[in-house]
Antibody, heavy 119, light 112 residues
Framework: QVQLVESGGGVVQPGGSLRLSCAASGFTFSNYPLHWVRQAPGKGLEWVAVISYNGRKDYYADSVKGRFTISRDNSKNTLFLQMNSLRAEDTALYYC????????????WGQGTLVTVSS | DIVMTQSPDSLAVSLGERATINCKSSQTLLYNSNNKNYLAWYQQKAGQPPKLLISWASTRESGVPDRFSGSGSGTDFTLTISSLQAEDVAVYYCQQYYSSYTFGQGTKLEIK
């Protein structure tokens, strides 16, 4: 079955950096686009970024553009999110998620990894 | 950017009764070339990640009970639970994928 397991969350100071990872299994990783979606504590869902199946295209929410970079390693079935210049408002549970096609819906979600930006 | 607005923000329905959640987009989600509405519905139970219920506004995901149905076109959409069960308590989100991705703010569904 499809499994997405996030890691790399933690506490970081404002202005700091963090790199999230997502290990995937149970499907042909290189065939699917992958997303990061976040959820601030007690709040709703916010889409963050998506990367195409081959890594050649990526798209970002305006709120993270220029600060976050999504990437993937298809040889290791792993998705990444490099987060720089972190702000308090980036505090959230970050979900790794799969889409059946780029610019379609999300069909599978991981359990999330918590990022807290605080001094 | 497309803004998604759900109503109501919260809803309490008796077991066995119908629950209706609305979702309105700031611009059309109907792509004329394929006549498809680029809208999905998700269910998120407490402490869990979201689960896909419906895509293309009305196509139920495999394994989703048939008491869940989606309808609407263009800018106005509805998720209906025909007979509420206890396990349906959750927050429900609509999402557009017509232009990038945007979620509605969520509707919290509880038992009356």
């Amino acid at each position: 079955q499809v499994q997405l397991v996030e890691s790399g969350g933690g506490v970081v100071q404002p202005g700091g950096s963090l790199r999230l990872s997502c290990a995937a299994s149970g499907f042909t990783f290189s065939n699917y686009p992958l997303h990061w979606v976040r959820q601030a504590p007690g709040k709703g869902l916010e889409w963050v970024a998506v990367i195409s199946y081959n890594g050649r295209k990526d798209y970002y929410a305006d709120s993270v553009k220029g600060r976050f970079t999504i990437s993937r390693d298809n040889s290791k079935n792993t998705l990444f999110l490099q987060m720089n210049s972190l702000r308090a408002e980036d505090t959230a549970l970050y979900y790794c998620a799969r889409g059946p096609n780029i610019l379609w819906w999300i069909d599978y979600w991981g359990q999330g990894t918590l990022v807290t930006v605080s001094s | 950017d497309i803004v998604m607005t759900q109503s109501p923000d919260s809803l309490a329905v008796s077991l066995g009764e119908r629950a209706t959640i609305n979702c309105k987009s700031s611009q059309t989600l109907l792509y004329n070339s394929n006549n498809k509405n680029y809208l999905a519905w998700y269910q998120q139970k407490a402490g869990q990640p979201p689960k896909l219920l419906i895509s293309w506004a009305s196509t139920r995901e495999s394994g989703v009970p048939d008491r869940f149905s989606g309808s609407g076109s263009g800018t106005d959409f509805t998720l209906t639970i025909s007979s509420l069960q206890a396990e349906d308590v959750a927050v429900y989100y609509c999402q557009q994928y017509y232009s990038s991705y945007t979620f509605g703010q969520g509707t919290k569904l509880e038992i009356k």
